[in-house]
Protein backbone atom coordinates (compact mmCIF):
# COMPACT_ATOMS: atom_id res chain seq x y z
CA UNK A 1 0.00 0.00 0.00
CA UNK A 2 0.99 3.03 -0.89
CA UNK A 3 1.35 6.88 0.83
CA UNK A 4 1.46 10.01 -0.71
CA UNK A 5 3.87 12.53 1.32
CA UNK A 6 3.28 15.72 -0.05
CA UNK A 7 5.50 18.78 1.06
CA UNK A 8 4.71 22.59 1.69
CA UNK A 9 6.39 23.44 -1.56
CA UNK A 10 4.20 20.83 -3.19
CA UNK A 11 1.04 21.64 -1.96
CA UNK A 12 0.98 24.95 -2.51
CA UNK A 13 1.47 24.35 -6.58
CA UNK A 14 -1.18 22.36 -6.32
CA UNK A 15 -3.58 25.23 -4.54
CA UNK A 16 -6.53 26.99 -6.95
CA UNK A 17 -8.66 28.89 -5.03
CA UNK A 18 -11.56 28.63 -7.10
CA UNK A 19 -11.56 24.73 -6.74
CA UNK A 20 -11.10 25.14 -3.17
CA UNK A 21 -14.21 27.58 -2.79
CA UNK A 22 -16.20 25.05 -4.57
CA UNK A 23 -14.50 22.09 -2.81
CA UNK A 24 -15.67 23.73 0.65
CA UNK A 25 -19.51 24.79 0.01
CA UNK A 26 -20.12 21.02 -1.20
CA UNK A 27 -18.17 20.14 1.80
CA UNK A 28 -20.43 22.88 4.05
CA UNK A 29 -24.01 21.28 2.05
CA UNK A 30 -22.81 17.84 3.14
CA UNK A 31 -22.18 18.66 6.42
CA UNK A 32 -25.86 20.34 7.03
CA UNK A 33 -26.78 16.47 4.69
CA UNK A 34 -26.00 14.92 7.56
CA UNK A 35 -23.46 13.50 5.50
CA UNK A 36 -20.29 14.14 8.25
CA UNK A 37 -18.89 12.28 11.30
CA UNK A 38 -17.66 15.35 13.15
CA UNK A 39 -16.23 15.07 16.50
CA UNK A 40 -14.90 18.02 18.74
CA UNK A 41 -11.56 18.74 18.38
CA UNK A 42 -8.89 18.27 21.10
CA UNK A 43 -6.48 21.23 22.11
CA UNK A 44 -3.14 20.25 24.18
CA UNK A 45 -1.82 23.59 25.27
CA UNK A 46 1.80 23.94 27.67
CA UNK A 47 0.53 24.69 30.82
CA UNK A 48 0.96 28.40 31.63
CA UNK A 49 1.47 29.40 27.60
CA UNK A 50 -0.29 30.06 24.83
CA UNK A 51 1.45 26.96 22.97
CA UNK A 52 -0.10 24.22 21.45
CA UNK A 53 -1.47 22.05 19.10
CA UNK A 54 -5.39 21.84 18.55
CA UNK A 55 -6.51 18.80 16.74
CA UNK A 56 -9.24 17.88 14.68
CA UNK A 57 -10.62 15.28 12.52
CA UNK A 58 -13.58 13.83 10.67
CA UNK A 59 -15.26 11.85 8.57
CA UNK A 60 -17.06 12.63 4.94
CA UNK A 61 -19.35 9.97 3.56
CA UNK A 62 -19.96 12.08 0.43
CA UNK A 63 -16.17 12.06 -0.52
CA UNK A 64 -15.34 8.93 1.19
CA UNK A 65 -12.64 10.33 3.30
CA UNK A 66 -11.39 10.41 7.09
CA UNK A 67 -9.46 13.27 8.04
CA UNK A 68 -7.04 13.96 11.41
CA UNK A 69 -5.30 17.56 11.20
CA UNK A 70 -2.78 18.84 13.54
CA UNK A 71 -1.99 22.61 14.07
CA UNK A 72 0.34 24.16 16.05
CA UNK A 73 0.32 27.74 17.61
CA UNK A 74 2.02 29.97 19.90
CA UNK A 75 5.29 29.22 19.15
CA UNK A 76 6.89 32.34 19.15
CA UNK A 77 10.52 31.58 19.05
CA UNK A 78 10.71 28.98 16.27
CA UNK A 79 11.75 31.75 13.72
CA UNK A 80 15.30 31.21 15.81
CA UNK A 81 15.36 27.72 15.02
CA UNK A 82 14.52 28.17 11.10
CA UNK A 83 10.42 27.22 12.05
CA UNK A 84 7.62 28.57 11.68
CA UNK A 85 5.83 29.71 14.58
CA UNK A 86 2.75 27.59 13.52
CA UNK A 87 2.59 24.05 12.03
CA UNK A 88 0.07 22.31 10.27
CA UNK A 89 0.00 18.24 9.00
CA UNK A 90 -2.99 16.20 7.90
CA UNK A 91 -3.49 12.80 7.12
CA UNK A 92 -6.16 11.70 4.53
CA UNK A 93 -7.44 8.32 5.45
CA UNK A 94 -9.84 6.28 2.86
CA UNK A 95 -13.25 5.39 4.80
CA UNK A 96 -13.27 1.70 3.41
CA UNK A 97 -10.25 0.07 4.59
CA UNK A 98 -8.78 2.97 6.54
CA UNK A 99 -5.42 2.98 4.71
CA UNK A 100 -3.34 6.29 5.07
CA UNK A 101 -3.29 7.73 1.52
CA UNK A 102 -1.82 11.18 1.86
CA UNK A 103 0.11 13.14 4.59
CA UNK A 104 0.52 16.69 3.77
CA UNK A 105 2.09 19.75 4.93
CA UNK A 106 -0.72 21.46 6.24
CA UNK A 107 -0.50 25.41 5.95
CA UNK A 108 -1.03 26.11 2.64
CA UNK A 109 -4.97 24.25 3.42
CA UNK A 110 -5.44 25.70 6.71
CA UNK A 111 -5.67 29.14 5.95
CA UNK A 112 -7.17 29.21 1.82
CA UNK A 113 -10.10 26.71 3.12
CA UNK A 114 -10.69 29.74 5.76
CA UNK A 115 -10.61 32.34 3.56
CA UNK A 116 -12.88 30.37 1.20
CA UNK A 117 -15.05 30.00 4.24
CA UNK A 118 -15.10 34.15 4.75
CA UNK A 119 -16.32 34.57 1.02
CA UNK A 120 -19.00 32.08 0.88
CA UNK A 121 -20.56 33.79 4.12
CA UNK A 122 -19.87 37.27 2.29
CA UNK A 123 -21.94 35.27 -1.17
CA UNK A 124 -24.81 34.26 0.94
CA UNK A 125 -24.87 36.80 3.32
CA UNK A 126 -23.36 40.55 2.10
CA UNK A 127 -25.63 42.81 0.11
CA UNK A 128 -25.66 42.30 -3.18
CA UNK A 129 -24.03 45.74 -3.80
CA UNK A 130 -21.77 45.30 -1.47
CA UNK A 131 -18.54 47.11 -2.81
CA UNK A 132 -16.52 48.00 0.31
CA UNK A 133 -14.62 45.80 2.30
CA UNK A 134 -12.66 46.54 5.56
CA UNK A 135 -9.80 43.92 6.91
CA UNK A 136 -8.99 44.30 10.43
CA UNK A 137 -5.42 42.86 10.50
CA UNK A 138 -2.62 42.49 7.76
CA UNK A 139 -1.38 39.35 8.32
CA UNK A 140 -1.67 36.16 5.80
CA UNK A 141 -5.45 35.19 6.52
CA UNK A 142 -6.24 38.78 5.54
CA UNK A 143 -4.53 38.79 2.43
CA UNK A 144 -6.26 35.08 1.78
CA UNK A 145 -9.57 36.97 3.36
CA UNK A 146 -9.31 39.44 0.06
CA UNK A 147 -8.08 37.08 -2.39
CA UNK A 148 -11.51 35.01 -1.80
CA UNK A 149 -14.08 37.56 -1.21
CA UNK A 150 -12.98 39.38 -4.11
CA UNK A 151 -14.01 36.49 -6.47
CA UNK A 152 -17.49 36.86 -4.98
CA UNK A 153 -18.00 40.56 -4.58
CA UNK A 154 -17.29 43.53 -7.19
CA UNK A 155 -15.09 45.44 -4.69
CA UNK A 156 -14.38 49.38 -5.12
CA UNK A 157 -12.42 50.31 -2.00
CA UNK A 158 -10.90 47.91 0.70
CA UNK A 159 -9.70 49.57 3.54
CA UNK A 160 -6.90 47.94 6.11
CA UNK A 161 -6.28 48.57 9.93
CA UNK A 162 -3.46 46.80 11.91
CA UNK A 163 -1.60 47.15 15.26
CA UNK A 164 1.69 46.81 13.35
CA UNK A 165 2.51 49.10 11.14
CA UNK A 166 5.16 47.94 9.51
CA UNK A 167 2.49 44.79 8.52
CA UNK A 168 0.05 47.30 7.34
CA UNK A 169 2.62 49.14 4.91
CA UNK A 170 3.54 45.85 3.49
CA UNK A 171 0.22 44.70 3.33
CA UNK A 172 -1.28 47.76 1.07
CA UNK A 173 1.80 47.57 -1.17
CA UNK A 174 1.92 44.07 -2.38
CA UNK A 175 -1.71 43.72 -2.19
CA UNK A 176 -2.48 46.88 -4.29
CA UNK A 177 -0.34 45.47 -6.90
CA UNK A 178 -1.62 42.15 -6.53
CA UNK A 179 -4.96 43.02 -7.24
CA UNK A 180 -4.91 46.71 -8.86
CA UNK A 181 -7.93 47.48 -6.07
CA UNK A 182 -7.70 50.80 -4.08
CA UNK A 183 -5.90 50.14 -1.00
CA UNK A 184 -5.97 52.46 2.05
CA UNK A 185 -4.43 52.44 5.38
CA UNK A 186 -6.36 53.03 8.01
CA UNK A 187 -5.47 54.57 11.78
CA UNK A 188 -7.75 53.34 13.81
CA UNK A 189 -9.78 50.22 13.60
CA UNK A 190 -13.09 53.21 13.94
CA UNK A 191 -11.66 54.53 10.82
CA UNK A 192 -11.57 50.85 8.89
CA UNK A 193 -15.28 49.65 9.80
CA UNK A 194 -17.31 53.19 9.40
CA UNK A 195 -19.13 52.91 6.20
CA UNK A 196 -17.51 49.53 5.01
CA UNK A 197 -20.37 46.94 3.81
CA UNK A 198 -18.15 44.40 4.64
CA UNK A 199 -15.70 44.21 8.16
CA UNK A 200 -13.53 41.07 8.39
CA UNK A 201 -11.71 40.43 11.43
CA UNK A 202 -8.42 38.67 11.54
CA UNK A 203 -6.24 39.23 14.30
CA UNK A 204 -4.95 36.69 16.96
CA UNK A 205 -7.81 37.45 18.70
CA UNK A 206 -5.75 38.52 22.06
CA UNK A 207 -5.79 41.92 22.49
CA UNK A 208 -9.59 42.07 23.46
CA UNK A 209 -12.78 43.19 21.63
CA UNK A 210 -11.70 45.59 18.47
CA UNK A 211 -15.17 46.45 16.58
CA UNK A 212 -17.65 48.52 18.32
CA UNK A 213 -21.37 48.34 17.67
CA UNK A 214 -21.89 51.75 16.53
CA UNK A 215 -19.13 51.68 14.03
CA UNK A 216 -21.52 49.04 11.82
CA UNK A 217 -23.77 50.44 9.77
CA UNK A 218 -27.09 48.87 8.76
CA UNK A 219 -26.80 46.40 5.94
CA UNK A 220 -23.31 45.58 7.13
CA UNK A 221 -22.38 41.74 6.74
CA UNK A 222 -19.44 40.96 9.28
CA UNK A 223 -17.02 37.81 9.17
CA UNK A 224 -15.64 36.66 12.18
CA UNK A 225 -12.43 34.84 11.69
CA UNK A 226 -9.45 35.35 14.18
CA UNK A 227 -11.24 33.96 17.62
CA UNK A 228 -11.10 30.24 17.76
CA UNK A 229 -10.80 29.80 21.63
CA UNK A 230 -12.75 30.73 24.31
CA UNK A 231 -9.89 33.52 25.59
CA UNK A 232 -10.12 35.26 22.25
CA UNK A 233 -12.22 37.98 20.87
CA UNK A 234 -12.22 40.54 18.00
CA UNK A 235 -16.14 42.28 18.39
CA UNK A 236 -17.46 43.78 21.64
CA UNK A 237 -20.32 41.44 22.11
CA UNK A 238 -23.63 43.69 21.99
CA UNK A 239 -22.34 43.93 17.95
CA UNK A 240 -24.37 40.46 18.38
CA UNK A 241 -27.52 42.54 19.50
CA UNK A 242 -30.13 42.03 16.62
CA UNK A 243 -27.93 40.96 14.39
CA UNK A 244 -28.90 37.66 12.57
CA UNK A 245 -26.15 35.24 13.72
CA UNK A 246 -24.98 32.76 11.75
CA UNK A 247 -22.42 29.60 12.43
CA UNK A 248 -20.52 27.39 10.52
CA UNK A 249 -20.78 25.03 13.49
CA UNK A 250 -23.20 25.87 15.85
CA UNK A 251 -21.87 23.98 19.29
CA UNK A 252 -18.03 24.92 17.81
CA UNK A 253 -18.86 28.69 17.63
CA UNK A 254 -20.64 28.42 21.03
CA UNK A 255 -18.35 26.94 22.66
CA UNK A 256 -14.86 28.37 21.29
CA UNK A 257 -15.68 31.20 18.56
CA UNK A 258 -16.88 34.98 18.41
CA UNK A 259 -20.20 33.97 19.56
CA UNK A 260 -19.43 31.98 22.79
CA UNK A 261 -18.37 35.65 23.77
CA UNK A 262 -21.76 36.88 23.04
CA UNK A 263 -23.70 33.79 24.71
CA UNK A 264 -21.64 34.32 27.57
CA UNK A 265 -22.29 38.07 27.96
CA UNK A 266 -26.24 37.01 28.00
CA UNK A 267 -26.23 39.38 24.57
CA UNK A 268 -27.34 36.27 22.70
CA UNK A 269 -28.74 32.45 23.50
CA UNK A 270 -28.19 29.87 21.68
CA UNK A 271 -31.53 29.10 20.02
CA UNK A 272 -31.36 33.35 18.80
CA UNK A 273 -28.64 32.02 16.45
CA UNK A 274 -30.23 31.81 12.74
CA UNK A 275 -28.42 28.75 11.18
CA UNK A 276 -25.60 26.88 9.81
CA UNK A 277 -24.31 28.48 7.10
CA UNK A 278 -24.96 24.80 5.05
CA UNK A 279 -28.45 25.75 5.97
CA UNK A 280 -28.47 28.59 4.18
CA UNK A 281 -26.98 27.14 1.10
CA UNK A 282 -29.27 24.27 1.04
CA UNK A 283 -32.08 26.65 1.12
CA UNK A 284 -32.99 24.87 4.22
CA UNK A 285 -32.84 28.52 6.01
CA UNK A 286 -33.17 32.15 5.05
CA UNK A 287 -29.72 34.10 4.20
CA UNK A 288 -30.05 37.89 4.25
CA UNK A 289 -33.43 39.22 3.96
CA UNK A 290 -33.27 43.06 4.13
CA UNK A 291 -30.97 45.19 3.09
CA UNK A 292 -30.33 47.22 6.55
CA UNK A 293 -29.76 43.87 8.67
CA UNK A 294 -26.76 43.64 10.41
CA UNK A 295 -25.47 39.97 9.49
CA UNK A 296 -22.82 38.19 11.50
CA UNK A 297 -20.69 34.81 10.12
CA UNK A 298 -18.92 33.45 12.79
CA UNK A 299 -15.97 30.46 12.19
CA UNK A 300 -14.01 28.68 14.34
CA UNK A 301 -12.79 26.26 11.91
CA UNK A 302 -14.06 22.63 10.60
CA UNK A 303 -12.72 19.64 9.80
CA UNK A 304 -14.99 18.60 7.04
CA UNK A 305 -13.53 21.80 5.59
CA UNK A 306 -10.04 20.40 5.59
CA UNK A 307 -11.19 16.95 4.26
CA UNK A 308 -12.85 17.95 0.85
CA UNK A 309 -9.53 20.40 0.41
CA UNK A 310 -7.16 18.06 1.30
CA UNK A 311 -9.17 14.71 -0.99
CA UNK A 312 -9.25 17.74 -3.67
CA UNK A 313 -5.49 18.23 -3.58
CA UNK A 314 -4.39 14.52 -3.34
CA UNK A 315 -6.38 13.82 -6.36
CA UNK A 316 -4.79 17.03 -8.35
CA UNK A 317 -1.24 15.63 -6.91
CA UNK A 318 -2.12 12.01 -8.24
CA UNK A 319 -3.12 13.34 -11.46
CA UNK A 320 0.13 15.64 -11.95
CA UNK A 321 1.85 13.23 -10.19
CA UNK A 322 3.26 15.13 -7.59
CA UNK A 323 4.73 13.78 -4.43
CA UNK A 324 6.90 10.89 -3.14
CA UNK A 325 5.21 7.70 -2.62
CA UNK A 326 6.23 5.82 0.79
CA UNK A 327 5.02 1.89 1.99
CA UNK A 328 4.04 1.26 4.75
CA UNK A 329 3.40 -2.19 4.07
CA UNK A 330 5.13 -4.36 1.95
Known sequence: METLLLNKEEVGSLVDLDAILEAVEVGYRSFNSGLVVQPDFMAIELPG???????????????????????????????????????????????????LKCIMDGTWITG????????????????????????????????????????????????VCSASPQFLDTYVKEMSEETGLQIYKCATAEEAVRGADIVVTTTRGRSGPIVKKEWVQPGTHIVAIGADMPDKQELYADVFA??????DSIPLCVKSGETHNAVKAGIIRTKDIHAEIGE???????????????????????????????????????????????????
Open 280 to 330: IILGKKSGRESEDEVTIFDTVGMAIQDNVTVAMLYKAALEQGLGTRYEFFK
Open 49 to 99: THKGIDFKGGLDMNGGYMTLKASSGGYDNNPKLGLPIGMNTVMLFEDKTSA
Open 112 to 159: CRTGAAGAISVKYLARAEAEKLCIIGAGNQARRQLRAIMRVRKLTEVR
Open 242 to 247: GAKVVN
